[in-house]
């Protein structure tokens, strides 16, 4: 059987999208003849934790820990609230205190590629004896935290192994890079690793298409495409909510923030009694403060029902049984390869989605190849209120449904086996 050893900073208990992706791909391997090693911190700043991820492991499964220092502790000495919303990648200008600009420069300008970099040196130091001693075939390393990358890139130097880099996200562009306040020379580091580590990997992972031919060209090499996906077995049956239900599963930050979305609801509201006495808008997870200022501006927080971080077999639930499922993404050119993990799981609810996003947004690819909804830019206010519409009218119909196809390619087990093929090549 041959042996992989997969290097991630985020494992149960860790919450949020980042631990699904290498926690299920684990999962499977072993169904396709490789034994799965996992190399992952022993004392994270997770910003998230979801305790009941911690069963999903198989037992059999050989996890190995080490020791991690990270800054993130000596900046909650100064402010714990502003240091963890920083960690979860919460960045937002306005009104924006002396402190968060200090805490992101020193963020931008100190720890690159990330806060998680000193963890390299150790980690290559461990790993170095541990891949000979158990005669793993290839290693892979997957970020964002990208420093994680670096890991590869040293052991790659040095043993020869065969090594494969996943990107979950952009490295360089992705959307808050612009945001941390860095001098040239960050800026120049930041470019020239990611191209190193592009450039010395044995095989390139990413996660959307458009990513996959941005990457080709600095990597000058194929680079492969596996998306995220949805597992059977997180599946449960409930019942769809009595009520219209919009519901978002996941960050709602501040520059996600669907205006446009906002004010439709409130124009129908005020001009269809019926569609006010129905309507209901669920949010699950971190909500950005001007979010929920917007809500209350279009006079719609009575509508609201805020459920913070729920675990993530409560947010299976939440997308099965929503009347609309919501996906909104900010409006720059930087997120237009961006796939949310949790789209497949919305795929798999088989419930309408409203995706609202940037203009050529790789997901409306994904939902018009799936029939599974439908996806616009900020400004087509029109045309997401007709949508918004006729969704209501079947909605009280007792019709409003979506006959998706195509979607058993994003199973994670079928992934896992596109995976396993790059592997044993």
């Known amino acids: 059987m041959k042996k992989v050893l997969v290097v991630t900073y985020y494992w149960p ?13 684990v999962k499977y391997l072993p169904e396709f003849g490789i034994e799965p090693h996992v190399y992952v911190p022993q004392n994270p700043n997770y910003p998230i934790v979801d305790e009941t991820l911690l069963c999903e492991p198989n037992p059999a499964i050989h996890i190995i820990k080490q020791p991690i220092f990270e800054p993130y502790a000596l900046g909650k000495i100064i402010s714990k ?33 990330d806060a998680r970099v000193f963890w390299v040196k150790p980690s290559y130091r461990y790993l170095k004896n541990y891949l000979i001693e158990q005669k793993i075939d290839t290693l892979i390393t997957t970020g964002p935290p990208h420093s994680l990358h670096l890991i590869g890139l040293r052991l790659k130097k040095e043993l020869k192994i065969n090594w494969i880099a996943d990107f979950r996200d952009p490295w360089t562009t992705i959307s808050y890079h612009n945001k941390l306040r860095m001098l040239k020379f960050a800026v120049k580091k930041h470019l020239r690793m990611e ?23 600095t990597a000058n090499k194929p680079v492969s495409l596996i998306t995220n ?34 004010k439709i609801l409130s124009v129908l509201i005020q001009s269809q009694p019926d569609f006010k006495k129905h309507l209901k808008i669920k949010l699950a997870g971190i909500v950005g ?24 077999s409560q947010a299976i639930k939440m997308q099965h049984s929503a009347q609309l499922l919501l996906l909104a ?35 409306k690819g994904l939902i018009e190849q799936t029939s599974s909804g439908r996806c616009f830019s900020h400004r087509q206010q029109e045309e997401i209120k007709d949508y918004i519409w006729k969704c209501f009218q079947a909605y009280q119909s007792g019709n409003l449904m979506v006959q998706s196809k195509g979607i058993e390619a994003f199973s994670r087990k079928e992934l896992t086996r596109k995976l396993s093929k790059i592997i044993h090549q």
Request: hydrophobic share 40%; no cysteine; charged share 25%.
């Open 13 to 25: 208990p860790a919450g949020g999208p980042g631990v699904q992706r290498w926690l299920k791909f």
């Open 81 to 113: 609230k502003k240091t963890n919303r920083i960690s979860s990648g919460i960045i937002t200008e306005k009104n924006m205190s002396w402190m968060e600009k200090f805490l992101l420069f020193v963020r931008g300008n100190l720890f690159i590629p």
């Open 195 to 217: 191209r190193e580590v592009l450039q010395t990997a044995d095989e390139i992972i990413v996660t959307s298409n458009s990513l996959q031919r941005a990457y080709q060209k």
């Open 229 to 262: 996906g949805y597992d059977l077995e997180d599946i449960e049956k409930v019942d769809l909510d009595a009520f219209f239900s919009i519901t978002h599963i996941g960050s709602l930050l501040s520059r996600r923030n669907p205006i446009v979305l906002w």
């Open 289 to 312: 403060q001007n979010v929920l200022d917007s809500l209350s501006e279009f006079g719609l927080m009575v509508f609201v029902e805020q459920k913070g971080y729920v675990n993530h």
């Open 329 to 363: 993404e900010i409006d720059s050119e930087e997120t237009k390869v961006i796939i949310p993990g949790k789209f497949f799981e919305y795929l798999i609810a088989r419930r309408p989605i409203l995706a609202v996003g940037p203009h050529d947004w790789e997901i």
